[in-house]
């Protein structure tokens, strides 16, 4: 539905009008695919941990 895409294209843009860093870290392929179709590109990888 591109749900996702709009609201950070909108978040993107809200920090661009506030002068506001915006950086992009992904935990998943899904997550990066998105940051890579709002123009971040892929700098290294890093190990996750998550707690249930």
């Given at each position: 539905?591109?749900?996702?895409?709009?609201?950070?294209?909108?978040?993107?843009?809200t920090?661009?009008?506030?002068?506001?860093?915006?950086?992009?870290?992904?935990?998943?392929?899904?997550?990066?695919?998105?940051?890579?179709?709002?123009?971040?590109?892929?700098?290294?990888?890093?190990?996750?941990?998550s707690?249930?």
């Amino acid at each position: 539905m591109g749900l996702a895409a709009a609201c950070a294209a909108r978040l993107i843009l809200t920090c661009l009008e506030r002068c506001i860093y915006h950086g992009w870290e992904a935990a998943n392929r899904d997550s990066v695919n998105l940051s890579e179709k709002l123009g971040y590109h892929f700098d290294k990888e890093f190990e996750v941990y998550s707690l249930l």
